[in-house]
């Protein structure tokens, strides 16, 4: 903690130096569109009263109970929601039309001896309660009394995640929608369906990995074994992220990138083999039939499984001989979907897909994806709404080093880069009322690579901070530079209850010093340490009993890894995450001694130490592999990461059987 206000104090300092002496801005992400100071500070209460309209609405109600919520979660305090007049010190939330022309996100919040929130909106109202409790997090002795009159500059400020190539659980999702709110992000896109590239599985379709992540009784077998979405959990969790001002748009992606479906039913696939096995036939009635009860059974209903206003249909990078067929069968699912009430959207690739036939595209939104496939400027031009995913500058794919980002350019984006400009020449008006804004993406193009959870979370999270602030203030590199503006962003937390980088400031004991832990295979302890984040060490010392190791026993564990012991009977150390097993082969723990173990990690390796000398490291694994189609050898990397879990240590049923003592964390 104490280096953690170390460096936001320097932080703060080093960007008030910017402003003028009167007119000193609050350092929150995204930056405040406006801010008139005032002179002195308003000093939150322990205890206090978050204070609605006796008209407010439900939702209103709804946004104070999760910022009640989030007060008590980051800070300890405990704030009732009440209906009446504000008094001193109170939080005051309203509605109002006062700021309106400002848009339906726009919000007021004056800080003076209580701190007053007006917003035309429910969804203006909580964008100011995030803004509060940044506020509060980077100014612990009083928030600077002020107003602020902010607002975004762009409608759509969104990401999109792959979870068809890579399973991620719904706790993860929740987490990402809570995240995206801290920060004002408003639009989760989630690609369910798609399949790994051929050349990476023997060039073989039928041993290719696919998978479908919703739970579906029209098709029983469809839904992907191991990671997948009931329809119940589905439509709650789009109904979890319109709380925290976040529209989720499903897609399932077809009629390319299709595999999961023709590996189910292969009289699906298209013909000509050639095309690849992961194309629906675009000639086939059994292929719109299956579609039109596929999305039927996600569309249908009073209370239908897609919640939100929108939902994406694919229609992307078909074999480039189809483009007449592929447009017939964009216009059928675009007038398909519409007909469920639902706002279509789709890839942008019309201008390599050519044909005859008219694809109206005022019926839909474009997600520009590719300048060559379509641009942004050419969707606008032929009168469609178009959001700017532009793969040069937007596309993260973890552990991949040939071609986009594993990591954005954060700096090069934060400085440089135009929302409103795919490629350099090409830029258009960003106030065109059919340029709705920006996505980023995370693609999990190479299936079973290694890369966890965690290790994605650990790409998208910086991206986050930095499209958010220029989605929503613009650029503002030259009040802020980006030096600056990253030293802010390396001392934000997550969001409230999120910390999937388990951060750790300087050393921490996550036992107490000497103190032994006996584990006897069947016992389990809660540390308050939940696990160690890039960069990291952790060190223990760790004594075997002689007899009775369970196989792989569980020595460490959270909620997404387990570090084992006695590795399938060999005494090895090993660790488990998102159904992957990495081994450190070079060791095996001797049985009653005291073995002194320390385990460093980054997001390329992981590291075994033994009585403080190096073991092992497992570092990132590259391999060829034969791509048939191009005949040419490609690059394939295996990721070996550990965010260490330090959540519990031992296991009710599979633990480890020894002493455990001197459990230290360290963060880089």
């Not at 696939?269 to 039927?296: N, S, T």
Request: hydrophobic share 40%.
């Amino acid at each position: 903690m104490k280096k953690r206000l170390m460096l936001l104090l320097a932080c703060i300092v080093s960007m008030m130096a910017v402003a003028t002496a009167q007119e000193a801005v609050p350092q929150v992400i995204p930056a405040l569109q406006s801010w008139k100071a005032k002179k002195g500070t308003l000093v939150m209460s322990q205890q206090g009263r978050i204070v609605l309209d006796e008209s407010a609405p439900a939702e209103l109600k709804d946004a104070a109970g999760l910022l009640a919520a989030d007060l008590e979660e980051m800070f300890g305090y405990k704030y009732e929601v009440v209906q009446g007049k504000p008094s001193k010190n109170d939080v005051y939330i309203t509605l109002s039309d006062k700021d309106k022309e400002h848009g339906n996100e726009a919000y007021r919040m004056t800080i003076d001896k209580q701190v007053k929130i007006a917003a035309p909106t429910v969804t203006g109202a909580f964008w100011g309660t995030r803004t509060l409790l940044q506020m509060m997090y980077n100014q612990p002795d009083g928030l600077q009394k002020g107003e602020t009159l902010d607002y975004p500059e762009y409608r759509n400020r969104g990401f999109m995640l792959d979870v068809g190539r890579k399973f991620f659980t719904l706790d993860y999702l929740k987490k990402t929608v809570k995240t995206m709110a801290f920060y004002k992000m408003n639009l989760l896109q989630i690609h369910l369906n798609d399949n790994a590239f051929v050349e990476d599985f023997d060039n073989d379709w039928n041993k290719t990995y696919s998978a479908f992540r919703l739970e579906s009784e029209t098709f029983p077998g469809l839904t992907a074994l191991d990671g997948s979405y009931s329809k119940d959990e589905f439509r709650d969790f789009q109904k979890m992220a319109m709380r925290y001002g976040i529209t989720v748009v499903p897609e399932i992606d077809v009629p390319a990138h299709s595999l999961a479906f023709t590996q189910f039913n292969p009289t699906l696939a298209a013909d000509k083999k050639e095309y690849g096995m992961d194309h629906l036939d675009l000639y086939k009635k059994e292929v719109y039939e299956f579609l039109d009860a596929l999305f039927a059974e996600y569309l249908s209903g009073d209370d239908p499984v897609f919640v939100g206003p929108y939902v994406n249909i694919g229609t992307d990078e078909y074999d480039l001989n189809e483009g007449e067929q592929f447009r017939v069968f964009s216009n059928y699912y675009i007038d398909y979907i519409t007909k469920f009430g639902k706002r279509p959207r789709i890839w942008g690739s019309l201008n390599m897909m050519k044909g005859k036939t008219e694809v109206d595209l005022t019926k839909c939104d474009v997600n520009a994806w590719n300048f060559g496939w379509m641009g942004a400027d050419t969707v606008l031009k032929q009168g469609g709404t178009a959001i700017n995913l532009c793969d040069q500058h937007l596309y993260i794919v973890p552990g991949v080093h040939s071609y986009y980002h594993d990591f954005l350019d954060i700096e090069w984006l934060y400085e440089k880069w135009k929302p409103n400009q795919m490629e350099q020449g090409n830029e258009w008006d960003k106030d065109n009322p059919r340029f709705l804004g920006v996505m980023f993406a995370l693609w999990n193009d190479h299936a079973k690579n290694g890369i966890s959870q965690q290790d994605a979370y650990y790409r998208t999270f910086p991206a986050m901070q930095v499209v958010s602030e220029r989605l929503w203030k613009g650029n503002n590199s030259v009040n802020v530079p980006y030096k600056q503006f990253e030293a802010l962003c390396n001392v934000m937390p997550e969001a409230p209850g999120v910390n999937v980088l388990a951060r750790i400031d300087g050393t921490v004991n996550v036992t107490e010093p000497g103190k032994v832990v006996k584990l006897d295979g069947k016992t389990a302890c809660s540390t308050e340490v939940a696990a160690a984040g890039y960069p990291y060490s952790v060190e223990f010392e760790i004594r075997a009993d002689k007899e009775g190791q369970t196989r792989s026993a569980i020595l460490f564990q959270d909620d997404y890894s387990k570090f084992l012991t006695n590795w399938g009977g060999t005494g090895k150390l090993a660790f488990e995450r998102d159904g992957y097993v990495n081994v450190f082969h070079a060791y095996s723990l001797p049985a009653e001694t005291w073995v002194k173990v320390r385990i460093e990690g980054d997001h390329e390796s992981t590291s075994l130490y033994i009585n403080d000398k190096l073991v092992e490291r497992l570092d990132i694994i590259e391999n060829d592999v034969y791509n048939k189609r191009w005949d040419r050898i490609d690059p394939f990397w295996y990721y070996q990461t550990l965010v260490f879990p330090l959540q519990q240590i031992g296991d009710e049923h599979i633990g480890f059987k020894g002493q455990v003592r001197n459990v230290v964390a360290t963060g880089k």
